[in-house]
């Protein structure tokens, strides 16, 4: 996807890098299926300006934390989420590549995604993924395949779609506000924002 120049970028706009990490799919084995997924989850769930940077690299710590840096540093991506290499296998990494660029680590996110996670697999406790902050961007590790990260992005809901475990994006944008990004709403029947009332603006 072609990317703004840093003074093109509008400033209402929230940029989102998304990060495929697979060995296979970057060789060209098979397609990848994270970007996708999630580039169509954004177009249901976002009702405010939003533009995407994505990559697709394999399982190597060092391109992991490259292409980390640059998302954040060069392309000035407020949110990076990233697909795949979370689990116990040796190539699996995305955790530590994760944490080595990281400011600040935000453990609630992990724990978020193993919770609602269990509710569907048992499998969920082998996954290792980890929230941190780099500077002002938001980076989280979700995983690989498309249902996956539809549940954890909306969380677990009832049969008439009511929230039962809320899904790790209903806190998001309030932690991109405090990082002073761009003001992000979303389509409650997709996920629902959580602010407090001081934080929240009139609906646009």
Not at 2 to 28: F, K, N, V, W, Y
Not at 36 to 60: G, K, N, V
Not at 84 to 94: K, L
Request: aromatic share 4%; charged share 25%.
């Amino acid at each position: 996807m072609s990317t703004m120049s840093t003074h093109e970028q509008d400033p209402a706009t929230l940029r989102i890098g998304l990060l495929s990490i697979s060995d296979r799919a970057s060789q060209g084995v098979y397609e990848d299926k994270g970007i996708p997924a999630l580039r169509e989850w954004f177009a249901a769930a976002l009702t405010s300006p939003w533009q995407l940077e994505t990559r697709l690299i394999p399982d190597d710590q060092a391109t992991i934390e490259r292409t980390l840096i640059e998302l954040v540093d060069e392309a000035g991506c407020h949110l990076v989420l990233t697909t795949g290499g979370t689990g116990p296998a040796p190539r699996d990494v995305t955790p530590e590549a994760t944490l080595n660029v990281a400011d600040k680590v935000m453990p609630g996110f992990g724990e978020q995604m193993r919770q609602i996670s269990l509710h569907f697999v048992p499998t969920a406790i082998l996954s290792r993924q980890v929230g941190v902050i780099r500077k002002g961007a938001l980076i989280l590790n979700l995983p690989g395949q498309p249902k996956s990260i539809r549940e954890t992005l909306e969380g677990v809901k009832d049969e008439t779609g009511k929230s039962v475990v809320p899904g790790i994006f209903a806190a998001v944008p309030y932690c991109l506000d405090l990082l002073s990004a761009p003001y992000v709403e979303t389509d409650e029947r997709v996920v629902k924002a959580f602010r407090p009332k001081s934080a929240q603006r009139p609906k646009t």
